[in-house]
């Protein structure tokens, strides 16, 4: 009896150990699983929670990748939102005669070196605004002033550059902006670039500066016109087009010596690769245009009928692939990038 007693008391003993033994193992089981709700693909039966969960794991792996140390802040931060909320739409322009650089760069302390980028977001684009230009220093200014501002609402990545033609030569708008190409690609991988006269102003910030699947042309309208397409087809004033359409049309023709014609020859290169010109709605693309004097060195160029005649025959040849210049000087100024170019002179 007294065996079978002591036989009895241990397997009860035995008993309330396997149990507890169970117990707590179950306990550090619920532990595991209630530290890191994450990984619940076992508990999980209902498919949209486990895929709700899923990306929690992938944001919190994401998190720890992108902790700094490993990557630069601006990586790290999330791409800007498709409508910049602080877009303004249209607004009243000023052309104030009393204006000058030091007010416009005391309004501008964002921008260094001509560039910009948003702080607390990462730009949907980077993009190289192309001012061709020669003595419009008045109009360079007017521009600025707007578009820094204009280019910041939108939220963009962005650098100004300003081609400067030396020289008395007769001015070559096209062959300005092939050059003002050539050189942005050297500072980044640009991936928009907007061709841009000096004396146009946007007047609405839902115009906006970035590229297309398609060649852009952003001047639908202007104050000068009645805000009325200057004629079908026109591709001038300010255009927008990505590194690689810019390539596969060869850039501008070099050939174009003072007004006119180039931005039809480009339009002839864009059609040509099969490419359609788009435009933003009527309302949004619109411009003041500065009034000036055709000014002496830009008079109308005679043979734009003859080499639009000849696009076709001439554009592999004629273009980014051909452009031939002289650097005279590169000045990083704080609002812009001026570049100042020896384009050589029409050859006769
Ligand atoms: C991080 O940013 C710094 C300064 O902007 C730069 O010099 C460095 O190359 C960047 N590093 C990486 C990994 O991008
Ligand atoms: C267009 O706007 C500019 C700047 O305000 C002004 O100088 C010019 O006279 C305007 N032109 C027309 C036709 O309204």
Redesign the pocket.
Known sequence: MGLCTAAKKFSRRGKYVVLIGLLLSVLAWIATFSGETDKTISFNFDPTLTLVRQDKLRDKLNSWTRAPGH??L??EKDECPKESPLLVGASKLSFESSLNLKDVESKNKGVAKGAYEPADCKARQSVAILIPHRNREKHLLYLLHHLHPFLQRQQLHYAIYVIHQAGDAIFNRAKLLNVGYLEAIKDFSWECFILHDVDLVPENDRNLYICDQQPKHLVVGRNVTGYKLRYKGYFGGVTAMTKDQFLKVNGFSNNYWGWGGEDDDLRVRVELQKMTIVRPPADVARYTMVFHKRDSGNQINKNRMRLLGQTTKMWRNDGLNSCSYKIVSVERMPLYVNITVDIGQPQS
Do not use: K, P, V
């Open positions: 990557w630069n601006s990586t």
